[in-house]
Nanobody, 124 residues
Framework: QVQLVESGGGLVQAGGSLRLSCAASGRTFSSGALGWFRQAPGKERELVAAIDWSGGNTYHADSVKGRFTISKDNAKNTVYLQMNSLKPEDTAVYYC?????????????????WGQGTQVTVSS
């Protein structure tokens, strides 16, 4: 089993930046996908970004491309989401997710490990 713990959320003004961190523990992994989802009230859950743990390939949703960047530190079993140029539309609970896969698939993936979520609120 894997425990995922997010940190870094908070309140920020539009145009500002935040960096979310997700630390994995309980089971080390060398192959799989890690992703960031977000959930806003009344909205569909959205995969914001994902990364191939071994190869480093990334995916970013069109809604955040050019503003958000996913990255990882394998030695620390940690994935990051750098969020720049934040907009009020980015307000949501952000969840870290993971799935062990021999050949990681970043999208349309049934991520089975989830963090507790961290609130990001962007004021106008």
């Amino acid at each position: 089993q894997v425990q995922l713990v997010e940190s870094g959320g908070g309140l920020v003004q539009a145009g500002g930046s935040l960096r979310l961190s997700c630390a994995a523990s309980g089971r080390t992994f060398s192959s799989g996908a890690l992703g960031w989802f977000r959930q806003a009230p009344g909205k569909e859950r959205e995969l914001v970004a994902a990364i191939d743990w071994s190869g480093g390939n990334t995916y970013h949703a069109d809604s955040v491309k050019g503003r958000f960047t996913i990255s990882k530190d394998n030695a620390k079993n940690t994935v990051y989401l750098q969020m720049n140029s934040l907009k009020p539309e980015d307000t949501a609970v952000y969840y870290c997710t993971a799935k062990y896969m021999v050949v990681p698939k970043l999208r349309n993936t049934n991520y089975d490990y989830w963090g507790q979520g961290t609130q990001v609120t962007v004021s106008s």
